[in-house]
């Protein structure tokens, strides 16, 4: 069982940034993928970004240019840097890893092995 724990989340103005760490307990070169997810009140859970050990990021279309997901492998960390916030950004954010079916693309929740315990992000215009 691989254990996800996220932090970095708060509240911001409109415009303004805040960066998430997910740190896994295991090794990230075992897990072939982690990314973000998120969920607002009363929507389903959505893919923000994702990354592969080998491959390029992905991201939703609502993200693009404004979120950045890079790995720090040697300390098991995957990092979610937002930028340009908006109201509509509001929402619970999920660490994500391990995706045995997959291999590439933007992740979906039924992808996924393994979450963290979700850290709020509240954007204020």
């Known amino acids: 069982q691989v254990r996800l724990v996220e932090s970095g989340g708060g509240s911001v103005q409109a415009g303004g940034s805040l960066r998430l760490s997910c740190g896994a307990s295991e090794y990230a070169y075992t897990l072939n993928c982690m990314g973000w997810f998120r969920q607002a009140p009363g929507k389903e859970r959505e893919g923000v970004a994702s990354i592969y050990t080998a491959g390029s990021p992905y991201y939703a279309d609502s993200v693009k240019g404004r979120f950045t997901i890079f790995q720090d492998i040697a300390k098991n960390t995957v990092y979610l840097q937002m930028n340009s916030l908006k109201p509509d950004d509001s929402a619970t954010y999920y660490c994500?890893?391990?995706?045995?079916?997959?291999?590439?693309?933007?992740?979906?929740?039924?992808?996924?092995?393994?979450w963290g315990q979700g850290t709020q992000v509240t954007v204020s215009s």
């Open positions: 994500a890893a391990d995706c045995p079916r997959v291999g590439w693309g933007l992740l979906k929740v039924a992808d996924v092995r393994y």
